[in-house]
């Protein structure tokens, strides 16, 4: 590190296990809380209204997922060219690039809002929703609606702040919000009575605070990156952001469609009981995202930085250190969400009810998936720091998409039974196995 750029972490000469377990534990900590965020909505709107009220969070989740999608998409853009600049001791355009990646989730999110409180009843539709969940499917919309342009700032906050050299905070972004979410969830659900309308109140005052947080950051706390209101380059640092950080929207994006076509499965094969079962696992994926995200966005600022400075060997061992982690939280993640299933569906609704009979049978097949996805995505995550977009996106675009929405709907035709839970594991073993067989050792 050269005395023009002292960020919190020493990425180009720090012994690589030391710095990514230094950003890796606050980060994993950070995640779970916020993936808790989402657990708290099931399990309160499970117990005080019931399977109706969690399959309908469940049938909305996807906007919630293509929001995240747009902050983690500039967020990681962002990041990227910043720890390259960074390396390259060009500290004004590392500033500039985080300041355009605030500018366009905000003119994202302005669209998005602006749809979904003027089509809240057709957005619910589209979406999934049958005639006897679309009231309370379309009150748990409306009120999202004004914390999805704060959760944008937050995922992208927190990708930029670990990469200027505080952790830390960054986990506090995602912890201070999820604490405050499951009691305003509490609160709203039970002594006020307020159904998913309350918890869609709460989850929006959550977000909303931790969007302020990350803005806060950077005016008060940074130790080298701040907001540079400058028009310079803005087209070139869209496109690159985009470019770099797509895989990361469309992993959201996948996510998204994974729900919506399996609701629609779900629908089909056990009505509404199918979907609060599944619901169940929606629930879950996010925690299995979150805890093997880290991993990949704690090896990122790593791999970024010493990519734009030419130090390809330290790459390579990040990468090394980064599937190491994922073997573990992946298995991890199996083996507690397999054997804990009957458990798991009675945190979140009467155990003695048909949807819990359907997740305690089909979670255990579901969590297989844990330990390939956990590759992927580190994978995915190396290939995004190196720039390697086109390669990110395909592999994103197989696992959530090309190969999983086939499966979501040739399974169950060759196993009524269990078929449609299978598909993801499904999903995410051939990708896997496509990974591998495609991987080469050289970057561009």
């Avoid at 070139?236 to 629609?264: C, D, P, W």
């Amino acid at each position: 590190m050269t005395d023009t750029v002292k960020t919190g972490l020493d990425y180009g000469c720090g012994k690589i296990s030391r710095l990514f377990s230094k950003i890796f534990f606050p980060t994993l900590l950070g995640m779970v809380f916020n993936a808790l965020l989402t657990i708290t909505d099931g399990v309160i709107v499970g117990q005080g209204v019931g399977p109706d009220g969690i399959a309908a969070v469940n049938i909305i989740a996807p906007l919630f997922m293509v929001a995240t999608g747009f902050g983690l998409m500039f967020g990681i853009g962002a990041a990227v060219m910043a720890g390259i600049c960074l390396a390259q001791n060009d500290v004004r355009r590392a500033n500039i690039a985080m300041t355009h990646a605030f500018t366009f989730s905000l003119a994202a999110m302005v669209v998005i809002i602006t749809a979904g409180v003027l089509f809240t009843d057709e957005i619910a539709h589209a979406l999934g929703s049958s005639e006897r969940l679309i009231g309370k499917t379309t009150d748990y919309l409306f009120w999202l609606m004004p914390g999805i342009l704060f959760l944008t700032f937050q995922s992208i906050g927190m990708m930029v702040i670990r990469l200027d050299g505080s952790p830390t905070y960054a986990m506090l972004c995602n912890i201070i919000p999820a604490v405050i979410n499951g009691i305003l969830d509490f609160i709203f659900v039970f002594p006020l009575d307020m159904g998913v309308e309350g918890a869609s109140i709460a989850t929006s005052i959550s977000t909303i605070i931790g969007g302020l947080m990350a803005v806060t950051y950077f005016f008060r706390f940074s130790y080298v990156l701040r907001f540079v209101f400058s028009l310079a380059n803005i087209g070139r640092n869209f496109i690159n952001q985009v470019k770099i950080g797509s895989s990361a929207f469309v992993t959201e994006i996948t996510m998204s469609i994974m729900m919506l076509t399996g609701n629609h499965v779900f629908m089909n094969t056990w009505r509404e009981a199918g979907v609060a079962a599944y619901s169940i696992a929606c629930y879950l994926f996010p925690l299995i995202f979150m805890i093997n995200n880290a991993v990949a966005q704690s090896a990122q600022p790593i791999i970024s930085y010493n990519y734009g400075a030419g130090n390809i060997a330290r790459v390579w061992t990040s990468l090394r250190v980064s599937i190491a982690a994922a073997i573990i939280c992946g298995t991890i993640a199996s083996c507690g969400i397999g054997f804990g299933a009957h458990s798991i569906a009675g945190l979140f609704i009467d155990p003695d009810c048909e949807a819990a009979r359907l997740a305690t049978q089909g979670l255990p097949i579901f969590s297989s998936c844990a330990i390939f996805f956990a590759l992927n995505i580190s994978f995915i995550g190396f290939y995004q720091s190196t720039k390697q977009a086109l390669r990110a996106i395909v592999l994103t675009l197989l696992r959530g998409i090309i190969l999983l929405v086939p499966l979501f709907f040739i399974m169950p035709r060759i196993f009524p039974d269990y078929g449609p839970w299978a598909a993801i594991p499904c999903s995410e073993m051939l990708t896997f196995a496509i990974t591998v067989l495609s991987f080469r050792r050289r970057l561009p």
